[in-house]
């Protein structure tokens, strides 16, 4: 059964930085893209930015453009987004997701799967 497990959420002050991971099994990792989305409080779950299963392509959300990287590690399974600049409005819970051939777009239903999501937490 595939899972996802994100990590390296928390509290940072504004400007600071935080390095999410998230370590895929029971899935051959190669084969997917990746994402990350995130959720503020009473909003609506908004894609952050993708990388396509080739690892070529990546795709960022414009508010968040020249700030985050994507990367991800075959050899370890796993999907990282480097978050730096960060500002109060980052807040949320940070998910990540995994779609089987795909090019790390923004449309959430083309993801197969889901981490349980890690909070981020950003201090003014």
């Known amino acids: 059964q595939a899972q996802l497990v994100e990590s390296g959420g928390g509290l940072v002050q504004a400007g600071g930085s935080l390095r999410l991971s998230c370590a895929a099994s029971g899935l051959t990792f190669n084969n997917y893209a990746m994402a990350w989305f995130r959720q503020a409080p009473g909003k609506e779950r908004d894609f952050v930015a993708g990388i396509s299963w080739g690892g070529g392509s990546t795709d960022y959300a414009d508010f968040v453009k020249g700030r985050f990287t994507i990367s991800r590690d075959n050899a370890k399974n796993t999907v990282y987004l480097q978050m730096n600049s960060l500002k109060p409005e980052d807040t949320a819970i940070y998910y990540c997701?995994?779609?089987?051939?795909?090019?790390?777009?923004?449309?959430?239903?083309?993801?197969?799967?889901w981490g349980q999501g890690t909070q981020v937490t950003v201090s003014s």
């Open positions: 997701a995994a779609d089987l051939y795909g090019l790390g777009r923004s449309t959430q239903y083309e993801y197969e799967y």
